[in-house]
């Protein structure tokens, strides 16, 4: 569904990934590991056409998206749930989701049914549909936290990348975030995660890749990388 | 290496040497008469850039300063007979004034509201000019002679450039006064805008509440920026009056405003050269686009450069180039265009506009700061290399000085915060013991930033005290707080992004400089040991968190990660008896988690005390001395570590189910 090759991007003088390839297939989740700086969030940014890449392409269902502005990226059916939420805060929830849709009202793709999808995130997300007139900035950080989540499925996106979901959030939010995230995955919702719990990541993901100083260390199976020593050693930290 | 050495050394001189020779090469009064002009716009320009590049505020109301120091010298000589040189310090004075006048709307207000604050101001004092008759008479102007400092006239065979008429000799000296002026000028801001003044105006642009945390009080630099801006601004206002030997309220209306705005722009903001530039711009293009002649030279060198540039762009881009081709296409239709006009008289000021607007579109940057980008694409060797700083190795980096205060470092009493209807903070009180490390957690929205920032004296707490080292603290502001030594990082990260790494860390050392103003501006010894030794300091405080390899990278380059360590980094510079980290670990990755539990354990052998706020239970677990647990603003739980990870109301409002979720 999304495969990028040989990306190389950036911001200014600062080179982040160095040709970088991967694969996304239809309806897995696919987790991104690695240290801080390794070019995480780059590559999701480069992937949404929030920084132009350098070289390399990137395609979506086997169209081309390289060089693409970002909103028209997201027409095509990408959705970016960006790191730190970045809700519209002094919007309502409810607008805030509509919000989301709204490359569906203009795209090439088919519009479908907004209301309905409106109604299906507040049956996935429960606490949005109890605060869906309450301004976003308002919310507490795991209640933003979904309504990013919320507000990219809203696209009906072919793929959603998920930065960072986790970030910042207390430890019973975690575990809700991830149990959410597994939700979505039985929905065959295709996803590109980037998380800093490693761990939990793997645990959830069908496939994983490690990224060290933006190129590809390793891949594999989740859960072989979980089992793998040195990634144990690196990335998942002293393991509980 | 020598290329460059020439080039930085070589830069200033060939530029003196340039201000020396110009009235030689200039023999037409007329055009003498503008250099001048040139020369005193420069000097209100690098004024404006203070105010504009720096501290990021627009001002529209610098032609009213420049009326300000015009009328200071005109009404002193008109009312009291006071001449020349008296009134070039007055009139630096008195818009001085002024310029504190125009700061103290900006202390309130910022971006598009303060640029209309000063359109006011600009508006409203060329009205008082108007009006004022008695003072200043009115919309009549007042009429100044050029007084003859030096008869050079003697000279007059000897040197057969100068015609040594009385008129051309006045035009020669005055150029040769305001130049030594706009040298004088160059060489103080410079040094102004390196110290740490320049590295405070720019960390007030980039995060002000940061910069009030790190000590460096938005107030005060604010001010400063703006006396500073106006004071050049009245001495150019002087020295123009002297020039144009006759001033009316009209001549510092609303357009010259913008023109000086549009000049920074241009010619390129945050550089001496830019303004400059700038001043040439708007001084010279409008009376060049008077002959038909060299309007075609200029839109046919412009055409040539933009077709070479394309043509790069064409081979080097390959993928932009109908975006690319746009710009060329329009440099060729100007070039057609000046080609077929007749008489540009009638479009000579649309014709200055639409050039200007095609810089500004263009480059975004100014002039100067898109010759800099050309430079270091082509002759990367050229470009400046930061001079090797080395870490000052004698002293440690971190050091606290360890006090006993009743055994409670900090005391926070029964504090409440009440924002509307909503209590972020509900009767907290909370203990620190000195050399511990405290941890605050709790669910998202349960007070814990809340409670930093009362710390901090972000929010004044409704109800409440806060004591540290025995003190009150409450009603302090937040810059007083950092002196008194409580340093704290951001939840969301607040660094000055367009500083370096060093500089970010030299704004938190801001404390250790003693120099006044004037120390700075004369570029005395003691700024210049005080800035070594911060240098040094702040090397080995990068050293410290491991990020001296980046000290000369823009904050904004760094990944997030090594952006916490950076603002810890710069919360030590400091040297804070008390650190307060909000979230430290928060997006960072296991190896990197290990790093920064490393980092905080040395600094608490250095002897420091922490409030940690964490969401990383195996961090807080780990590193902990006490625990506090907030929820719904209130105190649900306290103790040991352990304790607290075990009790039933703190698994229920806040770990969950199981208690390692967090890794």
């Not at chain 1, 297939?25 to 940014?45: F, Q």
């Not at chain 2, 109800?463 to 008194?484: H, L």
Request: hydrophobic letters at 50%.
């Amino acid at each position: 569904m999304l495969e990028v090759n040989d990306l190389v991007a950036g911001y200014g003088k600062v080179k982040v990934l160095h040709g970088l390839s991967l694969k996304v297939e239809e309806g897995r989740l696919v987790t991104l590991i690695g240290s801080n700086g390794a070019g995480k969030t780059t590559t999701l940014r480069a992937i949404s056409g929030m920084i132009a890449p350098e070289s390399g392409t990137v395609r979506l269902g086997g169209e081309d998206l390289t060089g693409l502005p970002s909103f028209k990226i997201t027409k095509k059916g990408l959705a970016h749930s960006p790191e730190g939420r970045r809700v519209f805060p002094t919007q309502s929830v409810k607008d805030n989701l509509l919000l989301g849709a709204f490359p569906r009202l203009t795209g090439a793709r088919e519009r479908g049914d907004v209301e309905g999808d409106l109604d299906r995130m507040f049956t996935l997300f429960p606490r949005l549909a109890e605060r869906r007139a309450q301004l976003a900035g308002t919310l507490s950080g795991g209640e933003q936290q979904m309504l990013a989540m919320a507000r990219a499925l809203m696209l009906n996106p072919r793929v959603l990348l998920l930065d960072e979901p986790s970030m910042g959030l207390a430890p019973r939010l975690v575990a809700e975030v991830f149990a959410t995230i597994a939700r979505l995955k039985d929905e065959k919702i295709t996803m590109l995660l980037v998380e800093q719990f490693a761990a939990a990541a793997l645990e959830v993901a069908d496939f994983g890749y490690v990224l060290e100083n933006g190129r590809v260390a390793a891949k594999g199976p989740a859960e072989a990388l979980r089992n793998d020593s040195a990634v144990r050693a690196a990335y998942l930290g002293h393991a509980h | 290496m020598l290329a460059r050495r020439i080039l930085s050394a070589g830069g200033p001189l060939i530029g003196l040497a340039i201000l020396l020779v110009l009235p030689f090469a200039v023999t037409s009064p007329y055009y003498l008469h503008l250099t001048v002009t040139i020369a005193i716009f420069s000097i209100l320009l690098l004024g404006l850039d203070v105010v504009f590049g720096y501290t990021g505020e627009v001002s529209i109301g610098h032609a009213a300063l420049l009326g300000i120091g015009a009328y200071t010298a005109g009404c002193l000589a008109m009312h009291f007979g006071i001449g020349f040189w008296p009134a070039l310090p007055l009139a630096i004075i008195v818009a001085s004034v002024f310029g504190v006048v125009l700061a103290l709307p900006a202390l309130r207000v910022t971006g598009p509201y303060l640029a209309m604050v000063t359109l006011a101001f600009g508006t409203i004092v060329q009205i008082l000019i108007n009006e004022m008759t008695d003072l200043t008479n009115g919309p009549l102007g007042i009429k100044l002679t050029t007084p003859l400092f030096l008869d050079l006239r003697w000279l007059g065979d000897t040197i057969p450039l100068f015609d040594m008429s009385l008129k051309r000799m006045k035009e020669v000296e005055y150029y040769y006064i305001t130049a030594f002026a706009l040298v004088l000028t160059l060489i103080v801001i410079n040094r102004i805008l390196a110290s740490h003044l320049g590295r405070a105006f720019e960390a007030l642009r980039d995060s002000p509440i940061a910069s009030d945390c790190m000590g460096v009080s938005v107030y005060k630099h604010k001010v400063l920026a703006f006396v500073v801006s106006a004071g050049l601004a009245g001495l150019a206002g002087a020295l123009f009056a002297y020039s144009e030997q006759y001033i009316a309220p009209n001549n510092f209306g609303f357009e010259l405003s913008v023109q000086f705005l549009l000049a920074v722009t241009v010619g390129g903001r945050k550089s001496r050269l830019g303004p400059i530039l700038g001043a040439v711009i708007i001084v010279f293009l409008p009376n060049l686009l008077s002959d038909i002649e060299l309007f075609r030279y200029i839109a046919g060198g412009i055409a040539l450069i933009a077709v070479i540039a394309g043509a790069r762009a064409f081979v080097k881009d390959p993928e932009n180039r109908v975006r690319n081709a746009i710009p060329v296409v329009l440099c060729l239709a100007f070039f057609a265009f000046s080609l077929l006009l007749q008489k540009i008289t009638d479009y000579k000021l649309a014709v200055f506009g639409v050039m200007i607007l095609f810089v500004v579109y263009y480059l975004p940057e100014g002039i100067v700061g898109f010759l800099k980008r050309a430079v270091a694409q082509l002759w990367p060797s050229l470009v400046q290399t930061h001079a090797v700083i080395h870490a000052d190795t004698h002293g440690k980096a971190v050091t606290a000085t360890h006090e006993g205060h009743d055994g409670v470092l900090l005391h926070v009493d029964n504090v409440v915060m009440q924002f509307g209807g909503l209590r972020a903070l509900d009767q907290v009180s909370i203990e620190v013991k000195p050399g511990t490390i405290h941890g605050l957690i709790g669910p998202n929205g349960s007070g814990k930033s809340t409670m930093m920032n009362v710390l901090t004296g972000i929010y004044v707490p409704t109800m409440g005290a806060v004591r540290f080292k025995g003190q009150d603290m409450a009603g302090k502001i937040s810059s007083d707080i950092a002196g008194e030594g409580i340093a704290r990082t951001f939840q969301n990260v607040q660094l000055f992004a367009e500083l370096t790494l060093i500089e970010n860390v030299l704004v938190g050392l801001h404390h250790t400089y003693q120099a006044t103003f004037a120390e700075v501006a004369l570029g005395l010894p003691r700024i210049r040991r005080e800035e070594k030794a911060a240098r040094e300091r702040a090397m080995s405080l990068l050293h410290f968190v491991g990020l001296a390899d980046l000290a000369n990278e823009e904050a904004r380059n760094l990944p997030y990660g090594k952006q916490r360590l950076l603002e810890i980094a710069r919360a030590l510079a400091l040297d804070p008896a008390l650190l307060l980290l909000d979230e430290p670990a928060a997006g960072l990755t296991a190896p990197d988690i290990k790093h920064l539990v490393d980092i905080i354990k040395k600094v608490r052998h250095a002897g420091l005390t922490i409030v940690l706020i964490e969401h990383h239970m195996d961090v807080v677990m780990g590193l902990c001395d006490t625990v506090t647990v907030l929820d719904f603003g209130q105190k649900i739980a306290e103790g040991k570590p352990a304790q607290v990870q075990a009790d039933a109301r703190v698994i229920e409002a806040y770990l969950g189910g199981v208690a390692t979720a967090a890794e």
